[in-house]
């Protein structure tokens, strides 16, 4: 296999990759190795090209957004990290109720976009820290709506390098998962179909449900948001709480004492510290309640 660096040094202007880049730089969760490279597209050509140069050398490539959602290894990445984010984020108003956004587009901009414009839907998502691919991709939602309420069409590069339209209905929303995940697609934009509201009123919504994550989600500890899905008819976070896992920690890894769903990183935690803390609590409500937690933060690296 040719040397990574080398190549994306013969194929891209400088400015476009890092290297051996901390990858602890890029989640919120503060965790994981170094990248080889670490790629930052301004265009759909860069995104394209690095797809190209990535299959041709058959160079393991993962796609990255504001990395809310994930944990990373601490041997990191042995491949390219392909980071679509604040060089591809540009909004813009589509028609009076229809916004479109590049993938690298954070939700809390898109969603101030919204506000600003009197428009109603992008309420639920104001608050949650990812950018767009990332939310349509994983299908995002919180407080009862959810990406697949909102996305009329998203553009997709698809495995072949072909760029596709898709509909809602094509695109497979599911409870956090869509179509992107299952057929390998990268979002590169998408519209987002909202409705008229009042200023006021969307506002005062937006308000009220970021004072309710203040409160009841630890926000001031670095993680990547609920680490395990719903599981069907319950909550994560209960069934941890009821099996005495409150505060429970290995190594810097913690179930958070204010949110159980949450494992958070108090300084030092690594990626195994996380792995074998998910482990234990896997198992701990198992023999409890006998419900297998699946987990929603995704794991990726050597
Ligand atoms: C404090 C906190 C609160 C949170 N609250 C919520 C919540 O209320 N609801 C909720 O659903 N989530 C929540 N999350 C999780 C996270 O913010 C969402 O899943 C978000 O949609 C992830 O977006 P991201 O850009 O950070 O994606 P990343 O974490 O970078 O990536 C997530 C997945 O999407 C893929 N991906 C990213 N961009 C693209 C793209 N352009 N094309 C194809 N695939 C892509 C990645 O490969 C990865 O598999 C929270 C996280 C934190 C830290």
């Known amino acids: ?16 990759f890092l290297i051996n880049e901390p990858l602890k730089n890029h989640t919120s969760f503060k965790i994981g190795g170094d990248a080889k490279v670490f ?7 860069d995104i394209a090209d690095a797809l190209k140069v990535c299959r041709e050398n058959e160079f393991p490539y993962y796609i990255l957004g504001n990395g809310t959602n994930i944990l990373f290894s601490d041997k990191g ?5 392909i980071n679509i984010f604040n060089k591809f984020n540009q909004v813009y108003l589509e028609n009076e109720n229809t916004i479109n956004a590049q993938s690298g ?8 976009i919204a506000l600003n414009n009197s428009l109603s839907g992008m309420e639920f998502a104001s608050g949650i820290p990812g950018a767009l ?26 495995k072949d390098g072909n760029i596709r339209t898709l509909d809602n209905n094509e695109m497979g929303f599911q409870y956090r998962s869509s179509n992107a995940e ?10 987002l179909q909202l409705k008229k509201g009042n200023k006021e009123e969307i506002k005062s919504k937006m308000y009220e449900l970021n004072s309710q994550r203040k409160e009841k989600q630890p926000l001031e500890m670095p993680s990547a948001g609920s680490t395990f899905k719903r599981p069907e008819g319950n909550f994560a976070g209960k069934l941890i709480m009821e099996s005495g896992l409150r505060g429970y920690s290995i190594g810097g890894a913690m179930v958070s004492e204010k949110h159980c769903g949450f494992v958070v990183n108090t300084g030092n935690a690594t990626c195994k510290d996380v792995l074998l803390l998910i482990e234990h609590v896997k198992k701990t409500v198992y023999d409890k309640f006998n419900v297998m937690l699946e987990p929603e933060v995704r794991i990726i690296g050597d």
């Open 133 to 158: 691919g990332g939310a349509v991709y994983m299908n995002a939602g919180a407080y009862g709506g959810e990406m697949k309420d909102i996305v009329l069409s998203a553009d997709i590069l698809d």
């Open 77 to 81: 990445y042995n491949g390219v990290i």
């Open 39 to 45: 790629f930052m597209p301004e265009s759909v050509s």
């Open 105 to 112: 587009a954070l939700l809390s901009s898109i969603a101030n």
């Open 182 to 191: 299952k057929e390998g697609f990268i979002v590169l934009s998408a519209k």
């Open 1 to 16: 296999m040719k040397d990574i660096i080398d190549v994306f040094s013969e194929n891209f202007k400088r400015e476009l």
